[in-house]
C-alpha cells in the first residue's frame, strides 16, 4: 500500500522555525515529483512548494526565501523547512507525491496533479 505519512507539526511563536518530514511507504520517492500544499481554517487548499526528481524546487510567493523543499531519497523521505513562521502561515500541511511531473503541463499548482497524499500535519504560529 503507497502511504504518505507527516510529521513534525506543532505550535511555534512567530519568527521561529519548524522542519515538516513525509516519509513515503510502499513504493520509492526517487521516481515521484513531491510537493506540499496547506489548508488555512476556512480558506482552500493551496499549493506551497514543488521538487522535480532531480532536484528543481518552486515556491509560492508567500513562502520564498523562508521555506525550502528538500529530498532524501536514501531515506524515502521529504522535508520541509519552514523558518521566519508568521501567523498566516498556520495551516494543515500535507505531503504530495505523483510519477507524472506536472510542470510539463504548467500546472504544479493543482490538487488533482497529485496520486498520493498525506493525512497532514498541524502547523500553528501564535505567540
Known amino acids: 500500500q503507497l502511504q504518505l505519512v507527516e510529521s513534525g507539526g506543532g505550535l511555534v511563536q512567530p519568527g521561529g522555525s519548524l522542519r515538516l518530514s513525509c516519509a513515503a511507504s510502499?513504493?520509492?520517492?526517487?521516481?515521484?515529483?513531491v510537493g506540499w500544499f496547506r489548508q488555512a481554517p476556512r480558506k482552500a487548499r493551496e499549493w506551497v512548494t514543488y521538487?522535480?526528481?532531480?532536484?528543481?524546487?518552486i515556491y509560492t510567493d508567500s513562502v520564498k526565501g523562508r521555506f525550502t523543499i528538500s529530498r532524501d531519497n536514501a531515506k524515502n523521505t521529504v522535508y520541509l523547512q519552514m523558518n521566519s513562521l508568521k501567523p498566516e502561515d498556520t495551516a494543515v500541511y500535507y505531503c504530495?507525491?505523483?510519477?507524472?511531473?506536472?510542470?510539463?503541463?504548467?500546472?504544479?499548482?493543482?490538487?488533482?496533479?497529485?496520486?498520493?497524499w498525506g493525512q497532514g500535519t498541524q502547523v500553528t504560529v501564535s505567540s
Open positions: 510502499g513504493f520509492t520517492l526517487d521516481a515521484y515529483v
Open positions: 521538487m522535480t526528481t532531480s532536484g528543481l524546487a
Open positions: 504530495v507525491a505523483d510519477r507524472i511531473d506536472p510542470l510539463r503541463i504548467g500546472e504544479i499548482w493543482y490538487e488533482y496533479r497529485y496520486d498520493h
